[in-house]
């Protein structure tokens, strides 16, 4: 055999290169939160085998441009007010210009859109993950009526948490059918004594002070009032202590009002959005959660990986996150248990350092983005397969 005839017949048999799986990751925007960060970070991170692209059903939000420039390609859909059907048919459009094969829809509303595309493309499949809720209610009338038939399709249902599954049992999606995939964050390196002092000179905060902080959207469901009122308990007891509120919404106007009245006037400080906040937390000696519903925080992940003691509401997946006794479970709604938690903590340097050191060491064991993404890409090729 010649070479030519002998490369010919290698061409022959060498199997070809395997086709890149298409895949839209459907949200409703990619402004600054907790759901947004994971579907950026899973952009980034997903295997090569994977090409991602973004449809946001609203605006594209703040980090569009970041992932632009990673050369992910963003669609913001920009829909109005009420229900609009036409979003199906506009992300099925969508998905056939990009040969889509594979929709990921997080949260509710892209679900519902992303079930209606797939009565118009009938090649589409899709993973749908449940990532919270904005209440502790329980599920609507409406939903427990709709989602014994929007459940019906091939592919997948995830909860981010082991209670979020079981809401969504009781909201008529199929038990069975619903399986958890934790959400993960990459640790990075615990903060130095250093990042500590740069962090409050940054926040004009004293080398004395026992500063608590709390990152959150400032929403109701984020019940930032009753964590003023607790501090204000805190304070008559513990008057070096401080809190740092970081974020922004709705909430902040009522925030700033409460935070002004005597009992905490200049002890609170509301800063606004950061996109810093890793390098903030390193200023903090302790982290507090006072929702009334959580998935998974990003943001109580993130306390962990700066080594920080939590103090958290025992809600949606908030205890499977701090097992092991890396925190402290309080009641939501209560400020006196809340209040009582926080102060001990700010008082007891030890103990602080103990259940730090517990929680980094809990979130390098099963909270971390690689484990995440691998979880998600072994789901993605078992639908597709």
């Known amino acids: 055999m010649n070479a030519v005839a002998g490369a010919a017949a290698v061409a022959r048999v060498r199997p070809a290169a395997a086709a890149r799986t298409r895949l839209l990751q459907v949200v409703l925007s990619l402004s600054p939160g907790g759901t947004e960060h994971l579907v950026v970070e899973m952009c980034r991170r997903l295997p090569p085998e994977f090409e991602v692209s973004v449809c946001c059903l609203d605006e594209e939000g703040a980090w569009a441009a970041e992932l632009r420039r990673a050369g992910v390609e963003v669609t913001a859909l920009r829909r109005g007010p009420g229900i609009r059907p036409v979003l199906g048919w506009r992300i099925a459009q969508l998905a056939a210009q990009r040969n889509i094969d594979l929709l990921h829809c997080h949260q509710y509303s892209p679900f519902v859109y992303g079930r209606l595309a797939m009565l118009r493309n009938r090649r589409l499949q899709m993973v749908y993950t449940e990532h919270g809720r904005l209440s502790d209610a329980p599920p609507s009338w409406k939903r427990r009526l709709a989602n014994p038939v929007l459940s019906r399709f091939d592919g997948a249902i995830v909860a981010v948490s082991d209670e979020l599954r079981r809401y969504m049992f009781d909201a008529r999606f199929p038990l069975g059918g619903v399986s958890v995939i934790h959400n993960g964050i990459d640790p990075q390196r615990l903060p130095t004594a250093d990042d500590r002092v740069c962090a409050r000179r940054r926040l004009e905060l004293g080398d004395g002070d026992i500063v608590a902080m709390t990152v959150a959207r400032l929403d109701p469901v984020k019940d930032l009032i009753t964590l003023l009122d607790a501090f204000a308990i805190v304070r008559r007891c513990v008057p070096a202590a401080r809190l740092v509120v970081v974020g922004d919404g709705p909430e902040r106007a009522r925030l700033a009002e409460r935070s002004a009245r005597p009992d905490l006037a200049g002890a609170v400080r509301v800063v606004g959005f950061r996109s810093d906040v890793r390098q903030l937390l390193a200023a903090a000696d302790l982290y507090v959660c ?69 929680a980094r060491r809990r979130l390098e064991s099963a909270f971390t983005i690689d484990r995440m993404v691998d979880d998600y890409s072994r789901l993605y090729r078992r639908v597709l397969s």
């Open 290 to 358: 006072s929702s009334i519903s959580e998935g998974i925080s990003i943001t109580i992940l993130e306390a962990m990986a700066a080594g920080l003691p939590i103090v958290a509401t025992r809600v949606g997946g908030t205890p499977e996150i701090l097992s092991a006794g890396c925190g402290v479970l309080v009641p939501g709604r209560n400020s006196h248990e809340l209040a009582a938690a926080v102060g001990a903590l700010a008082v007891d340097e030890r103990r602080r350092a103990a259940l730090g050191a517990a």
